[in-house]
């Protein structure tokens, strides 16, 4: 594969949340469209995606999680400014108290 193109992503942020068991579909619902799908709206963002997992039937597949956010940059320097925009702050502030687990995996393309 080749370098990236100026309209590519080089630098992916893919999170995986793991809520509280007693977490209601209301509060999933709004954290899935209110909080991820406001997230993917950031400045910094060039493409973002969330969702459930797909509860894929294979050993390899992990599909213990209940909403993964994957957000593509154009550099790595913009997944900084994102870290640091007061939306995002806003985000974690509003929904920490829903999830017992974050796991963050970040990639350089």
Not at 14 to 39: A, R
Not at 64 to 88: G, I, N, R, T
Request: net charge negative; charged share 30%; aromatic share 14%.
């Amino acid at each position: 594969m080749g370098k990236p193109t100026n309209d590519e992503a080089t630098f992916i942020h893919t999170v995986f949340f793991w809520l509280h068991e007693e977490v209601t579909e209301d509060q999933k619902s709004d954290f899935e469209l209110n909080g991820l799908g406001e997230l993917i709206k950031l400045k910094d963002v060039h493409r973002g995606y969330y969702g459930r997992p797909a509860m894929t039937p294979r050993d390899v597949v992990d599909n213990s999680y209940d909403f993964a956010l994957v957000c593509h940059f154009k550099s790595a320097a913009e997944q900084d400014l994102y870290q640091v925009d007061p939306d995002h702050d806003v985000f974690v502030d509003k929904y920490k108290g829903l999830w017992k687990k974050v796991q963050v995996y970040d990639t350089l393309i």
